[in-house]
Every structure is written in structure tokens, then in C-alpha cells.
């Protein structure tokens, strides 16, 4: 319901992101009503796949990991329903260019069917509506924030920083909090027909059994790689590298001219003669911040607020989350 109608949605989550849709539940089950905008054509936000010959590949976010209990409780249940798997805690690195002894650390989780699944599963039951937001207002008349000229009693931008300013009316005093600067990232999918990489040479050190992504250190052009194969679990002979900031940043405008660059980088390392039968270029304007809020979300005087990965210490998956329960429930406080 919109203002046209003379009655005011309670609360407009801007963004169908994890982050977002986080919000917007804690907001539905306290029993207020939360309308969720997307301007694409599918939730998930920096969680997306992309379709290629019929099979998802993860081109935004490569993995999640879990160490708090809250998000822990979630993830339970997606392993229980068969829609995320833990998939390693090892990957290769790299050092200018050549191989060193692998990195263990936390449990990486990934999902079969590609982690925007898991967005859509948790907008379940929610109102979701596709449109895109041109801007965030203050009217000083009545209920004083509008989204595109539609009435609320409370805004959640859950996007990055860079986003949600330009969306803002410059008098909100929340765009003062909006300061954490974000890197672009090119996203290079390559599909083979048969496996043509496994494990690295060290010159003699033991080697990996299995390769499933290494971090890059060193290289002008890729920063990360994945084996969306093993990832995924159905063996399929896809890679999927990130870029450098600096090489985004130089083809930002024109990414597919990057392709060439970042296979290259791609193949020398790990030794793949052949050529891919099939590539794919994504672009992802503000792909990570570079630092954190120390807060976990904000929520002003105005009733507008803003969530999402960079609303923490450590922007990942799981503060995404975290950050978008947290600022729900401050807008239930303040409305209740």
C-alpha cells in the first residue's frame, strides 16, 4: 500500500540482498507490514548466479563462513534441507606467481545450487515488489519519509554505502554515516569441456589431492580462484576468478575487454593449455568495502537506516546477515 492510497506502508527495506532480506523478516514476524524493493530481476544482491548452458555459477560471493550463533541456528537449517554444504577449509595460494603451501582456516560453506538460493529462501512470505528506487526523501509533512514519493514510517537501505548516498536526500542526517569507501571487482567464469587442472606442482613439496581455489598474491590481474566444480559438487569443469581492484577499475567501463587478461593470468597458473569453450564477464561496480562501521547498522532520527556487509570489522556474508536482523530489530523497537 502506497501513500496514492492514503494509507502508508510501515516499513520499505530498499535492496534484496542478504542484508535486506534479513531485515525485512524481523520486521514481518514482529507482525508490522514491510514491502521489500528489488531492482533486479532476482534476490541475492552480491549472492547472484549466473545461468550458463543450464547450470548456476556463483559470480558474486565465492563462499560463506559461520562463527556466530545466530547465523549459525540459519545455516543449520539449510544443511538439514540439503541447501548448503560445507565445502573446504583449505585453498592454494599464490606468491608472485608461484605456488606455496596451502592455507587452512575456517569451514567454507557453499550451496548446490548457487548461494542466491539461499536469499529466496529466506523471502519466503515476504511482499517483494520489482522497482527501482530513484530516491529516498524528507517531507516534513506528517510521516516524513518517502521512497519515490510512497509513504513510510521507517527506510532500510540495505546496499553499500556508495549506493544508498546517492538514493538519499541530502538533508538526512544519514548521510554523514554513509563514509566507507567500496572496490570494484571483475568476475571471469571459463568453462572447459573436460578438467584440465589438478594439482599444483611445488617443485617437490607434497601436493593437493584436489584444487578447489587459491588465493592470488602478487598478480596485476586475479586475485582469486574457485573451482565452481567442486564448489558445487557436480565435478563440472568451470573456474571462476576474481580481478584485482586496479584492473576493474581500469576496464570498469568496458569489462569484457578484461577477459583475455584474466584468463591468462587464469591459465599460467595452474597450467591449463587449453582454451575455454566458454566465457563470461560480470561486473561488480562496489564488489567489497575496504574497511568497516564500527557499528553494526544505523538507523537515524529520520527513521531511515542502513545494513549490510560493511556495517562490521569483518565484511562478509554472515555480518551481511547479522547486520540486517540487527537494524530490523531496531525498527521494530522504534516503531513499537
Known sequence: MGCEDGVMDSVIVVGGGISG???????????????LLERG???????AIAMTEGRPVDTGASYFTVSDDVFASVVDTWAERGLAHQWTDTFEVFEDGQPMEPK?????????????LLVEDLARGLAVERHTVQAVTLTGEGHSVQVDGRGASAVALAMPDPQARRLL????????TLDDPFVPVLALSAGWDTRCWGPLDRGGAA???IFEGAFVNGDDDVAWIADDGQRRGD????????????LASAYLNSPQEATSRM???VTTLLGISEQPRWTDMHRWSFARPTGGHRATYHLGEDNIGVCGDAWSQRPRVEAAYL???ALGAAIVQRLN
Open 41 to 47: 530481476r532476482s534476490l541475492g544482491g552480491r549472492m
Open 263 to 265: 584468463l591468462k593470468a
Open 323 to 325: 547486520s540486517g536482523v
Open 21 to 35: 532480506v534479513a531485515c525485512a523478516q524481523i520486521v514481518a514476524k514482529a507482525g508490522l507490514d514491510v514491502v
Open 207 to 209: 601436493a593437493a589431492s
Open 169 to 176: 536526500d541530502p538533508k538526512s542526517p544519514t548521510v554523514a
Open 235 to 246: 565435478g563440472a569443469a568451470v573456474l571462476v576468478a576474481h580481478s584485482t581492484p586496479t
Open 104 to 116: 587452512t582456516g575456517s569451514d567454507r560453506w557453499a550451496a548446490a545450487l548457487g548461494l542466491r
